[in-house]
């Protein structure tokens, strides 16, 4: 589904992601961990359009995504959440959803100011389906709630839910459990699971969390200061030696 092919981003001197290649595959969760500044968020931001690689290609449904602009590469089934959440805090859970609903529902901005019938009977089919995505992240009792008051775990939810509003196909994770509680992680393992096994959607999951991604993940890729260091099955992963040396076993304290 999704294929990076030796990858290299360059930003001056600095090489935050070095010939890395990896593939997402259909249905399943693929795990991307590694040591802070190991080049995993540039990854997601490569795939996503922000940066383009300076070697490499990085390909989606056997058509190249690099450089193209983040818009079209969303209408093309792909999205993403951010490391730090990015919700519009005054406006309610179910609205945050259904402005990431826009472009499906064509919303203009004059029909809403005069109040059309269009509007309406638009407005009404946005927010059902915005409903439906909060019931899919188990957050449907907090649709009318504003999305800054709620918990820091819940909105980590909200910001899944409105990158599902855009129907992707692969969905680009960062970092989604940092700072959740036990029960919280347990009940996004059942999420995201149930997204990959219920909803047929592929997800690329940058994580530090053991508990995430050794419970859930279909594979793993391993980096390191920018470079590959394994691709395998949690199992693989687990005891691989040049994993042990350059993650788990090193000074992380991640693992
Ligand atoms: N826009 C940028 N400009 C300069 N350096 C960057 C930029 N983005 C990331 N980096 C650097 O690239 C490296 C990889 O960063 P990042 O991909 O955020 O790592 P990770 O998400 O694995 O913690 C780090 O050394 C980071 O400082
Ligand atoms: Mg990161």
Redesign the pocket.
């Known amino acids: 589904m999704l294929e990076l092919r030796n990858v290299v981003?360059r930003?001056?001197g600095?090489v935050?992601?070095n010939d890395v290649s990896l593939d997402v595959q259909a249905g399943e969760i693929h795990a991307l961990i590694?040591?802070?500044?190991?080049?995993?968020?540039?990854?997601?931001?490569v795939v996503m359009g922000l940066?383009r690689p300076t070697e490499g290609d990085c390909i989606f449904q056997s058509e190249p995504v690099s450089g193209q602009p983040t818009h079209l590469i969303a209408r093309r089934g792909l999205a993403r959440t951010f490391?730090n959440t990015e919700l519009f805090t005054d406006f309610t859970a179910v609205e945050n959803v259904m402005v990431g609903l826009d472009h499906e529902y064509g919303y203009g901005i004059a029909s809403r100011l005069l109040g059309l019938p269009s509007w309406r009977r638009k407005e009404d089919a946005a927010r059902h389906e915005a409903l439906e995505l909060l019931k899919k992240l188990r957050i449907e009792k907090f649709a009318e709630q504003k999305a800054g008051t709620l918990p820091f775990g819940l909105r980590r939810r909200l910001e899944i839910a409105r990158a599902l509003a855009t129907r992707p196909k692969l969905l680009l994770l960062?970092?989604p459990a940092a700072g959740l509680r036990h029960h919280e992680i347990i009940e996004l393992n059942g999420i995201l699971e149930d997204l990959r096994d219920q909803h047929g959607l592929a997800i690329l999951l940058?994580d530090h969390v053991m508990k995430v991604v050794m419970a859930i993940s279909n594979r793993v890729t391993v980096?390191n200061f920018?470079r590959h260091v394994a691709t395998g099955t949690v199992n693989e992963i687990k005891s691989n030696p040049d994993v042990i040396a350059a993650y788990l076993g090193g000074a992380s304290g991640h693992a």
């Open positions: 981003v930003f001056g600095l935050a992601v590694g040591p802070n500044g190991a080049g995993k968020s540039t990854i997601i931001n940066y490391q960062d970092e940058v980096l920018g």
